[in-house]
């Protein structure tokens, strides 16, 4: 079953931190880009942040310095290191794979995990 499954949700105060992970199942993430993104109830989702196949990785302002993306190919597995987190952070995040790219930037996601959790709130 190709799948892409989020972890490492959950509620966590201001200012603290959270490890997301996206492990994908059924295919190889090796050559893809894979993307973050946020949501909140009543928006639609919103890039966070990107990372190329050789771990080069894009960030929106918003979380520049506080959050970083890496990934492990022989895991197949992305992470998500989040720091600092504020009430702007909190939503349901999503991994996805890329399907079409311009450079650097994801223009079109072909598989979307189901989503992690989170909140901040003290």
């Known amino acids: 079953q190709v799948q892409l499954e989020e972890s490492g949700g959950g509620l966590v105060q201001p200012g603290g931190s959270l490890i997301l992970s996206c492990e994908a199942s059924g295919i190889s993430i090796d050559n893809y880009l894979m993307v973050w993104h946020r949501q909140v109830p009543g928006r639609s989702r919103a890039l966070v942040a990107s990372i190329g196949k050789l771990g080069d990785a894009v960030y929106v302002n918003s979380v520049k310095g506080r959050f970083t993306l890496s990934r492990d190919n022989l895991k197949n597995t992305v992470y998500l290191q989040m720091n600092g987190l504020n009430i702007n952070d909190a939503g349901v995040y999503y991994c996805?794979?890329?399907?079409?790219?311009?450079?650097?930037?994801?223009?079109?996601?072909?598989?979307w995990g189901r989503g992690t959790q989170v909140t901040v709130s003290s």
């Open positions: 996805g794979r890329c399907a079409t790219k311009i450079g650097s930037t994801c223009v079109s996601i072909d598989l």
